[in-house]
């Protein structure tokens, strides 16, 4: 591994100040939530910071507190913590699974919210060292090569889906992204935080230099709201979503008052889709609506060479978990 | 913000050449990128002194910035127990306990310790009695070549540490993160289920 | 079969406690005074020239203390290819992952920051990875003589087997069935990387190297590095896995020897895990091509398969195909193309020549009796070889036992159904397959010493790769010398004391060490019915040299296995319900470690079957999934509960009536899986691994039923 200088921030602004302070002297940075993956990219040389800046040294930042029904999260609190939190369990179920389900038991015992959301891609091509648009490069190796994992919305330059599984459960959520940097503070909605390549082909979400996901908020849960994650994988632990959805609807009785549904492994962002929400709306979830919502949420796909399977297993997915968390009690 | 690699990749143009100069190994260089490599030698790479507890022990320690906690306990402490199987949190070889939690130590900087209470499978006997955890791998045959062996103890421990009375499922759960290639994951489950108090699960065979 | 007294029962190993305490000292665990760590640069593309390696700024990094490549190190790596001369590096280089240089240096971080500093010019070559494509005239030249690779011989031609004739076969046919199944490069995975420590003094080199064979290690270096045999001592105290890929000398032991010799200090070499996947080997893909016919009440009447294996650029394995053995066919051809490609090696891994064959061909025969109308039980049994090529004699075999009580134990008359039968969305099937492997004898040595306080001593020279053959061993000394197991202290891993013996693979230690041990136990108990147990310091030694053979009969193990799968019709998912493996390797020495070795077989299998595949780019040539995360390697969460079975059959020449072990259990696994699916579905997956996008494509389809 490349030799790099270890930098332990007492609190966010001094993490933010750490930036800027290398910055200044000419050293690129890299900042570290639980560091699983920051340490594998530094080790195939996919990130080669001078500095690296250890947010988990750093005290409070990984707590949730709720207020006036609003929950708040620290961008520091471990997967694991969350994935068991009661509160998150119990009100916010769609993002206690998902953070259940990243990796592996060691991952989540070391990973962090704020870094399993603003993870880098795992595109085979962009890990492999392939000179990509992820990497700096001007070219996408996956729109003619082995696209099997790739992305059927939203693609084009860059043909990644987004890795993370806690993203579409947090835009799922409505939640608010609060972010620090070397210009303030700034909020922004978890649905306008992922950058589609079109727009910056190189990077996933509109973090700017030197800026940290601080914490997350979610805004109370309306009564009768009740969601879940599903994640499909390729094998039972540790692989990122072939397809997933977070799925929340808000109740009254049989019927849906609202619906988001955001889809996971199948855009370079969090893929929500209101077209097949707005079905929902004032309706029973009959199992022809839920078939009808899959159906629906697909509508658009355009699927690579070899991954068109994508398309009708993300329509299952989605009726499945449309259906079952209607049923929930 | 990490700053991607500098790396150049040759187009190829002359008749000849056909391919893009992609990388698909670590430590490779095509001849443009060699010069703007910034590598540096031990002697200049960062050190930083940090007091880590590992098995009960205090230790204080300078260390590189970029030692991994593996390289530490492996190559500077010489507590070669825990194994490195990839290093790059996909095996589990490395698992080691911190501050009671499972984790990678191939992605944990020995840096990131300091203050912090370490257990490796070389903490888990006691007083020369091995932790019924060991005992019960001996006799359900749970190693095979054994290079896994201590990461399914380190995880197990942490599981049965939180949760004595666990299910089959429980058991998979918690060492979905423990890759064994001689592929003997029944009887490490085996084991596991006979080291806990799960009341059917006592020497029974599952 | 006669009880036994020590060996047959339930035995933990002997090295179990260091196993379960961090104590086993494996090679990577080793360090030694002033010792320096080396990593390899490697060739980024699948074909090139190359015109220049500029070592200079990497020599100028401080800590640097040597750098080999092709410019001052002509060693030859032998075992790396049988057929042509491959250099340690190899101009041009031929895969991605060839060799370029080593650098060895203070620590392995320096060491990897210089291989970053050497500037390599390259011209690329045109590129192949697929053997088919290889055989074309247009295809690139990868070795001098062309793609087609040589036998032993040095004939460049498909190595065929013919009995009976073909056309009359298919003549007398009521039915012929042809297919094609493609299967894929994927890896030994095992948790160990490769590693090498080498240090001399004077002129005597010392190795130690995780290998699976201490003497044929040994060997391989004297013979490349040209130093007498005696002269080399190779050492592995605790191995790590290997599943066929460490059978040699690697690359990686010739490398740290060189580098050794240049710096006057112990060197160590150690492989990534991505190197480990990328620059060691994997199992050779085949293309299979069947056509096999059968008369009405499911008599086979011909049966031909044709396979193309793909190599990778060096010859480091047979490449062939195995199955059609256990099939009694009047008419059969086999043969197989070993075709040079640019893709990673292929060579050894478990039971190299089977799972991936026997998934077509059992596939082809589940088929037939599909199409017959025949329970695949009752087609196996009635068409299951009696004797081996329809010719020769079996030593001892259990086939028809494993097929018929396994079928009770798994209720197969109760779960099986006809193909595609099952409704809904989720469907079950289950699915069969039968095999063999060739138990071989030959070889072997053993020293067995006792001391005056009646503790024995065996010398072996195993190094145990998680098969628990220092076990067996121990096992098989205490029966025959009738003494507790304590009583036998086991020495293994070092060519200084421990003799020959064949290398643990092909499942050959029990057969040819284990009967080596017998003897020694034999002439020791001779020794000391003469002279009296030995007094004070005194020892007597009995060393022994067997080579048994067969007289003419066939040896072989046999099994079958069988899967209960279901399979998710709209997402693809499957999911593994039962799996039954039934295994004849004659007496179960161990039945503990056995049980061991069987499930962790199957689980490879499934493994193989669902998931694993060494993926390439094909525009570029180059690997983009190596590693663990990559190849979907499965979990303990993905596993269900293997259920084993021993048919113990007596055979004459194994140990105690002992036949192999070790490489069977992964034989059959894939086949059952694909015969279950198709059982659950009525469709078929033709290509390794069932990955969700095949699984989906052919779900989409119709059924391909009769």
């Given at each position: 591994m490349?030799?790099?200088?270890?930098?332990?921030?007492?609190?966010?602004?001094?993490?933010?100040?750490?930036?800027?302070?290398a910055?200044?002297n000419?050293?690129?940075?890299?900042?570290?939530?639980?560091?699983?993956?920051?340490?594998v990219?530094?080790?195939?040389?996919?990130?080669?910071?001078?500095?690296?800046?250890?947010?988990?040294?750093?005290?409070?930042?990984?707590?949730?507190?709720?207020?006036?029904?609003?929950?708040?999260?620290?961008?520091l609190?471990?997967?694991?913590?969350?994935s068991r939190?009661?509160?998150?369990?119990?009100?916010?179920?769609?993002?206690?699974?998902?953070?259940?389900?990243?990796?592996?038991?060691?991952?989540?015992?070391?990973?962090?919210?704020?870094?399993?959301?603003?993870?880098?891609?795992?595109?085979?091509?962009?890990?492999?060292?392939?000179?990509?648009?992820?990497?700096?490069?001007?070219?996408?190796f996956?729109?003619?090569?082995?696209?099997?994992?790739?992305?059927?919305?939203?693609?084009?330059?860059?043909f990644?889906?987004?890795?993370?599984?806690?993203?579409?459960?947090?835009?799922?959520?409505?939640?608010?992204?609060?972010?620090?940097?070397?210009?303030?503070?700034?909020?922004?909605?978890?649905?306008?935080?992922?950058?589609l390549?079109?727009?910056?082909?190189?990077?996933?979400?509109?973090l700017?230099?030197?800026e940290?996901?601080?914490?997350?908020?979610?805004?109370?849960?309306?009564?009768?709201?009740?969601?879940?994650?599903?994640?499909?994988?390729?094998?039972?632990?540790?692989?990122?979503?072939?397809?997933?959805?977070?799925?929340?609807?808000?109740?009254?009785?049989?019927?849906c008052?609202?619906?988001?549904?955001?889809m996971g492994?199948?855009?370079p962002?969090?893929?929500?889709v209101?077209?097949?929400?707005?079905?929902?709306v004032?309706q029973?979830v009959?199992?022809?609506?839920?078939?009808?919502i899959?159906?629906?949420?697909?509508?658009?796909?355009?699927?690579?060479?070899?991954?068109?399977?994508?398309?009708?297993?993300?329509?299952?997915?989605?009726r499945?978990?449309?259906?079952?968390?209607?049923?929930?009690? | 913000m990490?700053?991607?690699?500098?790396?150049?990749?040759v187009?190829g143009?002359?008749?000849?050449?056909?391919a893009?100069?992609a990388v698909?190994?670590?430590?490779q260089?095509?001849?443009?990128a060699?010069?703007?490599?910034?590598?540096?030698?031990?002697?200049d790479?960062p050190?930083?002194?940090?007091?880590?507890t590992i098995?009960?022990?205090?230790?204080s320690?300078e260390v590189?910035?970029?030692?991994?906690?593996?390289?530490?306990?492996?190559?500077h402490?010489?507590?070669?127990?825990?194994?490195?199987?990839?290093?790059?949190s996909?095996?589990?070889a490395?698992?080691?306990?911190?501050?009671?939690?499972?984790?990678?130590?191939?992605?944990?900087?020995?840096?990131?310790?300091?203050?912090?209470?370490?257990?490796?499978?070389?903490g888990?006997?006691k007083?020369?009695?091995?932790?019924?955890?060991?005992?019960?791998f001996?006799?359900h045959?749970?190693?095979?070549?054994?290079?896994?062996?201590?990461?399914?103890?380190?995880?197990?421990?942490a599981?049965?540490?939180?949760?004595?009375?666990?299910?089959?499922?429980?058991?998979?759960?918690?060492?979905?993160?423990?890759?064994?290639?001689?592929?003997?994951?029944?009887?490490?489950?085996?084991?596991?289920?006979?080291?806990?108090?799960?009341?059917?699960?006592?020497?029974?065979?599952? | 079969?006669?009880?036994?007294?020590?060996?047959?029962?339930?035995?933990?190993?002997?090295?179990?406690?260091?196993?379960?305490t961090?104590?086993?000292?494996?090679?990577?665990?080793?360090?030694?005074?002033g010792m320096?760590y080396?990593?390899?640069?490697?060739?980024p593309?699948?074909?090139?020239r190359?015109?220049?390696?500029?070592?200079?700024?990497a020599?100028?990094?401080?800590?640097?203390?040597?750098?080999i490549?092709?410019d001052?190190?002509?060693?030859?790596?032998?075992?790396?290819?049988t057929?042509?001369?491959?250099?340690?590096?190899?101009?041009?280089?031929?895969?991605?992952?060839?060799a370029?240089?080593?650098?060895?240096?203070?620590d392995?971080?320096t060491?990897?920051?210089?291989?970053?500093?050497?500037?390599?010019?390259?011209?690329?070559?045109?590129?192949?990875?697929?053997?088919?494509?290889?055989?074309?005239?247009e295809a690139?030249e990868?070795?001098?003589?062309?793609?087609?690779?040589p036998?032993?011989?040095?004939?460049?031609e498909?190595?065929?087997?013919?009995?009976?004739?073909l056309?009359?076969?298919?003549?007398?046919?009521?039915?012929?069935?042809?297919?094609?199944?493609?299967?894929?490069?994927?890896?030994?995975?095992?948790?160990?990387?490769?590693?090498?420590?080498?240090f001399?003094?004077?002129?005597k080199?010392?190795?130690?190297?995780?290998?699976?064979?201490?003497?044929?290690?040994?060997t391989?270096?004297?013979?490349?590095?040209?130093?007498?045999?005696?002269?080399?001592?190779?050492i592995?105290?605790?191995?790590?896995?290997?599943?066929?890929?460490?059978?040699?000398c690697?690359?990686?032991?010739?490398m740290?020897?060189?580098?050794?010799?240049?710096?006057?200090?112990?060197?160590?070499?150690e492989?990534?895990?991505k190197?480990?996947?990328?620059s060691?080997?994997?199992?050779?893909?085949?293309?299979?091509y069947?056509?096999?016919?059968a008369?009405?009440?499911?008599?086979?009447?011909?049966?031909?398969?044709?396979?193309?294996?793909?190599?990778?650029?060096?010859?480091?394995?047979?490449?062939?195909?195995?199955?059609?053995?256990?099939?009694?066919?009047?008419?059969?051809?086999q043969?197989?193309?070993?075709?040079?490609?640019?893709?990673?090696?292929?060579a050894?891994?478990?039971a190299?020549?089977?799972?991936h064959s026997?998934?077509?061909?059992?596939?082809?025969?589940?088929?037939?009796?599909?199409?017959?109308?025949?329970?695949?039980?009752?087609?196996?049994l009635?068409?299951?070889?009696?004797?081996y090529?329809?010719?020769?004699?079996y030593?001892?075999?259990?086939l028809?036992?494993?097929?018929?009580?396994g079928?009770?134990?798994?209720?197969?008359?109760?779960?099986?159904?006809?193909?595609?039968?099952?409704?809904?969305?989720?469907?079950?099937?289950?699915?069969?397959?039968?095999?063999?492997?060739?138990?071989?004898?030959?070889?072997?040595?053993?020293?067995?010493?006792?001391?005056?306080?009646?503790?024995?001593y065996?010398?072996?020279?195993?190094?145990?790769?998680?098969?628990?053959?220092?076990?067996?061993?121990?096992l098989?000394a205490?029966?025959?010398?009738a003494?507790?197991?304590?009583?036998v202290?086991?020495h293994?891993?070092?060519?200084?004391d421990?003799?020959?013996?064949?290398?643990?693979?092909?499942?050959?230690?029990?057969?040819?060490?284990?009967?080596?041990?017998?003897?020694?136990?034999?002439?020791?108990?001779k020794?000391?019915?003469?002279?009296g147990?030995?007094?004070?310091s005194?020892m007597?030694?009995?060393?022994?040299?067997?080579?048994?053979d067969?007289?003419?009969?066939?040896?072989y193990?046999?099994?079958?296995?069988?899967?209960?799968?279901?399979?998710?019709?709209?997402?693809?998912?499957?999911?593994i319900?039962?799996?039954?493996?039934?295994?004849?390797?004659?007496?179960?020495?161990?039945?503990?470690?056995?049980?061991?070795?069987?499930?962790g077989?199957?689980?490879?299998?499934l493994?193989m079957?669902?998931h694993e595949?060494?993926?390439?780019?094909?525009?570029?040539?180059?690997?983009?999934?190596?590693?663990?995360?990559g190849?979907?390697?499965?979990t303990h969460?993905?596993?269900?509960l293997?259920?084993?079975m021993?048919?113990?059959?007596d055979?004459?020449?194994?140990?105690?009536?002992?036949k192999?072990?070790?490489?069977?259990?992964?034989?059959?696994?894939?086949?059952?899986?694909?015969?279950?699916?198709?059982?659950?579905?009525?469709?078929?997956?033709k290509?390794?691994?069932f990955?969700?996008?095949?699984?989906?494509?052919?779900?989409?389809k119709?059924?391909?039923l009769?």
């Amino acid at each position: 591994m490349r030799a790099f200088a270890n930098a332990t921030p007492k609190n966010l602004a001094d993490a933010v100040e750490q930036v800027k302070q290398a910055k200044q002297n000419q050293k690129s940075v890299a900042i570290a939530g639980g560091g699983s993956d920051l340490l594998v990219m530094v080790k195939d040389h996919l990130a080669s910071p001078d500095v690296i800046v250890h947010l988990a040294a750093m005290k409070g930042n990984d707590k949730v507190i709720e207020s006036a029904g609003v929950v708040k999260i620290g961008g520091l609190i471990t997967l694991d913590a969350l994935s068991r939190h009661p509160l998150i369990r119990e009100k916010y179920t769609a993002l206690a699974e998902a953070a259940g389900v990243v990796g592996t038991p060691q991952i989540r015992n070391a990973g962090t919210l704020a870094g399993n959301v603003c993870q880098r891609p795992w595109c085979w091509y962009f890990r492999n060292g392939f000179p990509c648009f992820k990497a700096g490069g001007n070219q996408c190796f996956s729109a003619a090569g082995e696209n099997q994992l790739h992305a059927i919305f939203g693609g084009g330059p860059s043909f990644i889906v987004h890795p993370s599984d806690t993203a579409p459960a947090l835009v799922a959520l409505d939640a608010k992204f609060h972010i620090t940097g070397p210009a303030g503070e700034r909020t922004v909605a978890a649905a306008d935080f992922f950058t589609l390549p079109k727009v910056n082909a190189a990077k996933e979400n509109s973090l700017a230099d030197g800026e940290i996901l601080a914490w997350v908020e979610i805004p109370a849960a309306k009564r009768g709201t009740r969601s879940m994650y599903h994640k499909e994988l390729d094998r039972e632990a540790w692989t990122h979503a072939i397809v997933s959805t977070a799925v929340v609807l808000e109740m009254d009785g049989a019927t849906c008052r609202s619906a988001r549904i955001v889809m996971g492994g199948v855009a370079p962002i969090p893929w929500r889709v209101p077209e097949a929400e707005k079905l929902l709306v004032g309706q029973r979830v009959t199992p022809e609506l839920a078939v009808k919502i899959g159906e629906t949420a697909l509508i658009g796909a355009t699927p690579l060479a070899k991954n068109r399977y994508k398309v009708p297993l993300a329509k299952e997915i989605v009726r499945r978990t449309v259906a079952a968390v209607a049923a929930k009690a | 913000m990490s700053k991607i690699s500098r790396r150049r990749f040759v187009e190829g143009t002359g008749a000849s050449v056909i391919a893009v100069a992609a990388v698909p190994l670590e430590a490779q260089q095509t001849k443009s990128a060699a010069s703007e490599s910034n590598a540096a030698s031990a002697a200049d790479a960062p050190r930083t002194k940090i007091a880590v507890t590992i098995n009960g022990t205090k230790h204080s320690v300078e260390v590189e910035d970029r030692w991994t906690l593996n390289e530490l306990l492996r190559d500077h402490l010489d507590l070669t127990g825990t194994k490195l199987g990839c290093d790059r949190s996909e095996c589990g070889a490395c698992t080691v306990l911190i501050d009671g939690k499972a984790m990678y130590s191939c992605t944990q900087l020995a840096v990131w310790m300091d203050g912090r209470s370490v257990q490796t499978v070389e903490g888990l006997a006691k007083n020369g009695k091995l932790d019924p955890l060991q005992q019960a791998f001996i006799e359900h045959d749970a190693p095979q070549c054994g290079y896994c062996t201590s990461g399914q103890l380190m995880s197990a421990k942490a599981l049965l540490n939180r949760n004595p009375r666990p299910t089959r499922d429980d058991v998979q759960h918690a060492m979905a993160g423990n890759i064994c290639r001689c592929s003997n994951y029944n009887h490490y489950v085996e084991a596991v289920m006979a080291a806990s108090d799960t009341p059917s699960a006592k020497g029974g065979k599952a | 079969m006669n009880p036994l007294k020590t060996a047959g029962h339930p035995t933990q190993r002997i090295d179990a406690l260091k196993r379960v305490t961090g104590t086993a000292k494996y090679t990577s665990d080793k360090h030694f005074p002033g010792m320096l760590y080396a990593r390899v640069l490697r060739s980024p593309h699948p074909h090139a020239r190359v015109k220049s390696v500029d070592v200079s700024k990497a020599q100028a990094l401080p800590g640097v203390k040597a750098i080999i490549t092709r410019d001052n190190c002509d060693v030859v790596w032998s075992s790396g290819d049988t057929r042509n001369k491959r250099y340690l590096f190899n101009n041009p280089v031929r895969y991605a992952g060839d060799a370029v240089a080593c650098v060895a240096a203070v620590d392995r971080h320096t060491a990897e920051e210089a291989t970053r500093l050497i500037a390599v010019e390259y011209e690329t070559l045109p590129f192949v990875l697929d053997a088919e494509e290889a055989l074309k005239p247009e295809a690139p030249e990868i070795q001098p003589g062309g793609n087609l690779s040589p036998d032993d011989k040095g004939k460049r031609e498909a190595e065929v087997y013919r009995r009976g004739n073909l056309d009359r076969g298919f003549a007398a046919a009521d039915i012929v069935l042809e297919d094609r199944f493609q299967s894929a490069h994927h890896n030994n995975a095992q948790l160990e990387p490769r590693v090498s420590i080498a240090f001399w003094e004077g002129e005597k080199l010392t190795v130690h190297a995780a290998t699976q064979g201490i003497a044929n290690c040994r060997t391989d270096i004297a013979r490349d590095l040209k130093l007498p045999v005696e002269n080399v001592r190779v050492i592995c105290d605790y191995m790590g896995g290997g599943f066929g890929n460490k059978n040699q000398c690697q690359d990686s032991d010739l490398m740290a020897a060189v580098l050794s010799k240049k710096t006057g200090v112990p060197v160590k070499v150690e492989f990534s895990r991505k190197e480990d996947f990328i620059s060691v080997h994997g199992r050779w893909p085949v293309t299979q091509y069947y056509k096999v016919g059968a008369k009405k009440d499911g008599t086979l009447t011909a049966l031909q398969v044709r396979g193309y294996s793909g190599m990778g650029p060096y010859r480091k394995g047979r490449g062939d195909q195995g199955g059609p053995e256990v099939y009694q066919c009047a008419n059969v051809e086999q043969s197989v193309t070993t075709v040079y490609t640019n893709m990673a090696v292929s060579a050894n891994y478990r039971a190299p020549a089977y799972p991936h064959s026997v998934f077509g061909l059992e596939s082809v025969m589940d088929d037939i009796a599909t199409r017959l109308k025949m329970d695949p039980l009752e087609f196996r049994l009635k068409n299951m070889t009696r004797k081996y090529r329809d010719s020769i004699d079996y030593s001892s075999i259990g086939l028809e036992q494993c097929l018929r009580e396994g079928a009770e134990k798994f209720e197969w008359k109760k779960r099986w159904h006809e193909p595609g039968l099952d409704t809904g969305n989720l469907r079950r099937g289950v699915g069969m397959a039968m095999g063999g492997f060739g138990s071989s004898v030959g070889k072997s040595e053993a020293i067995l010493k006792v001391g005056a306080k009646g503790q024995y001593y065996l010398y072996v020279g195993v190094t145990d790769v998680g098969t628990a053959a220092k076990t067996t061993m121990g096992l098989i000394a205490a029966e025959e010398l009738a003494v507790p197991l304590e009583s036998v202290t086991v020495h293994w891993g070092d060519t200084a004391d421990c003799p020959y013996s064949v290398g643990e693979s092909g499942g050959r230690t029990t057969s040819f060490t284990g009967v080596s041990v017998v003897e020694a136990a034999k002439q020791l108990k001779k020794q000391i019915a003469e002279k009296g147990m030995p007094k004070g310091s005194d020892m007597l030694t009995a060393s022994v040299v067997t080579e048994p053979d067969t007289k003419g009969l066939a040896r072989y193990s046999f099994l079958a296995d069988f899967c209960e799968l279901e399979v998710d019709m709209t997402t693809g998912h499957i999911k593994i319900l039962k799996f039954l493996a039934v295994h004849d390797s004659g007496r179960v020495i161990n039945p503990l470690t056995s049980q061991s070795q069987v499930q962790g077989g199957v689980i490879q299998g499934l493994s193989m079957a669902l998931h694993e595949e060494l993926l390439y780019d094909k525009r570029r040539g180059i690997p983009i999934n190596a590693g663990y995360y990559g190849a979907r390697i499965m979990t303990h969460l993905d596993v269900p509960l293997v259920e084993t079975m021993f048919i113990e059959t007596d055979d004459p020449f194994g140990p105690f009536g002992a036949k192999t072990l070790g490489e069977p259990p992964i034989v059959g696994v894939v086949a059952a899986v694909a015969n279950a699916f198709f059982n659950a579905t009525g469709r078929r997956v033709k290509s390794l691994p069932f990955s969700r996008d095949k699984v989906l494509d052919a779900l989409g389809k119709k059924e391909v039923l009769a």
